[in-house]
């Protein structure tokens, strides 16, 4: 089965920028989404299609996808953007296809 | 706006059968592209447990397919799931998520808030 890697944690200081990596293999061959989840809330979802933002989540959000990495930038962190950050594949390599998450990165803003 | 909205017993005991509700508000679960289940165990990631494109096909995670089934009740606008035999291991929050409008990857736009099983005797 396709496993996505994800750091366990990243740390960026307000107004700063935080990059969270996704490593897969041929994940660029793939298309990516990203959610952000905060403690006790729903998860939200901030990137999708490797590139692509919902309405509503703010332009500091981007990310890119090649070869066996995809990465999650925010830009100009806020203390408000503190949070898990879990990358999300479907895989239709297999028989069905598969919906898999990474480990999470936990955003710490010091 | 969409709203889901999981509802479940919260406590079980090994090897009863779990069975957890999503009620979906501000759209039809008919018209969604798919539904899925996932699940946090506790300090944990998130897990896939299934999917289901409302009348044509359901998708399980291997580790669970011989207990799982997911399911959609367009005449009370419910995702369903239903795990037989559980075991510790299954405690975690179980969420519902949904895909409304088209899209190449895969991804869950809504989610609901989660709701909390714990398998103990």
Redesign the interface.
Known sequence: ?YVLTQPPSVSAAPGQTARFTCEGNSIGS????W?Q?RP??????VV???T?R?SGIPVRFSASSSGDTATLTISRVEVGDEA?Y?C???DRSGY?????????TKLTVV | QVHLQESGPGLLKPSETLSLTCDVSGYSVASGYYWGWIRQPPGKGLEWIGSIFPGLSTYHNASLKNRLSISVDTSKNQVSLRLTSVTATDTALYYCASRTTLVNGGSFDFWGRGTLVIVSS
């Open positions: 089965s793939l298309n990516v989404n959610y989840h006790g809330q729903a998860p939200v979802l999708y299609d490797d692509a919902p898990d879990y999300q594949v479907r069905d296809p598969d919906w898999v998450f990474g480990g999470g």
